[in-house]
């Protein structure tokens, strides 16, 4: 019953609760916050897997996750974002870290534009139990928008993640 009580806060706390980051964007002296919330999908073969501490349940990580984040970027004029991507996530079942990649498209709507999109690689750092429920994720990302007026940007976040 302990893992179902934690695995239902942490799934309330990722839900809640957005990543944090910083985005610096060319042409910009100063970098910008970001604030975000992520949704993934696990998918794809079994890569690792752990039992659970009281219950004894079974825990499977997939490395391949589908993912959507919609979030804003606070500048003087904030602008919002939709991101939906596809990342790999390689984590050890007895190591506390991860690595991982991913590419997406950043759908931005910049103030006094149309709209842009990027494409988007990253690169992730997961840090918590292989398996379970619950991590920290560190994201380093770069936006290559089209067309090419608008800005380059790179992001660094830190959130939660519940896969």
Do not use: K
Not at 2 to 25: C, H, K, M, T
Not at 47 to 65: F, I, K, N, P, W
Not at 91 to 107: E, I, K, N
């Amino acid at each position: 019953m302990g893992d179902g009580i934690a695995n239902s806060l942490l799934f309330g706390i990722a839900a809640l609760v957005p990543a944090v980051g910083l985005e610096i964007e060319r042409g910009h002296a100063l970098p910008a916050a970001s604030l975000a919330w992520s949704v993934s999908r696990p998918f794809g073969p079994v890569t690792a897997c752990s039992t659970a501490r009281y219950s004894g349940d079974l825990y499977e990580l997939r490395s391949l996750r589908a993912t959507i984040e919609g979030g804003v970027v606070i500048r003087s004029r904030p602008w919002e974002y939709l991101r939906p991507g596809l990342r790999a996530i390689w984590h050890r079942t007895a190591w506390p870290l991860g690595v991982g990649a991913g590419l997406g498209t950043t759908l931005a709507l910049m103030p006094e534009q149309q709209g842009a999109a990027s494409v988007s690689p990253e690169l992730l750092l997961h840090y918590g139990r292989c398996c379970g429920f619950g991590y920290g994720l560190l994201t380093l990302r770069a936006d290559v928008f089209f067309p090419s007026r608008y800005p380059t940007t790179a992001t660094a976040s830190l959130g939660f993640a519940v896969w």
